[in-house]
């Protein structure tokens, strides 16, 4: 998922949705797993609101026709905004996903580069 607040912020959008899938080396493997889902905020576009009521609705997995977040087989990276670092830990942890980190593997992880304290 790649959530911002206008349609001119998805800045790598079409280098994944088009140029990825040609390219030499990842696109075979690309083309087979990469799904990608662009979703804006603030602006009409075909995915619109924010990442975790996509989640809880279902909304997202039903667009993408797949089940629901589960801790047995997906992996979760968390890179954005102070609130979306908040919240989506805990939607998360409500489905048992666990945290990880440098020491320990987990479901999760949060790219803290940009967290703001």
Avoid at 14 to 28: H, T
Avoid at 89 to 102: C, W
Wanted: hydrophobic letters at 35%.
């Amino acid at each position: 998922m790649h959530g911002v607040r206008t349609r001119a912020e998805l800045a790598y959008r079409d280098l994944i949705e088009a140029e990825l899938p040609r390219d030499d080396f990842l696109g075979e493997l690309v083309g087979s797993s990469l799904r990608y889902y662009p979703t804006v905020t603030r602006e009409p576009f075909h995915n619109q609101g924010r990442i975790p009521d996509l989640i809880e609705s279902g909304k997202l997995f039903k667009d993408l026709g797949l089940p629901p977040l589960d801790a047995v087989w997906d992996r979760v990276m968390i890179c954005g905004n102070p609130q979306l670092v908040t919240t989506l830990p805990a939607l998360l942890e409500d489905r048992d996903f666990v945290e990880g980190n440098t020491g320990e593997p987990g479901d999760y992880v949060i790219e803290k580069a940009f967290v703001e304290k």
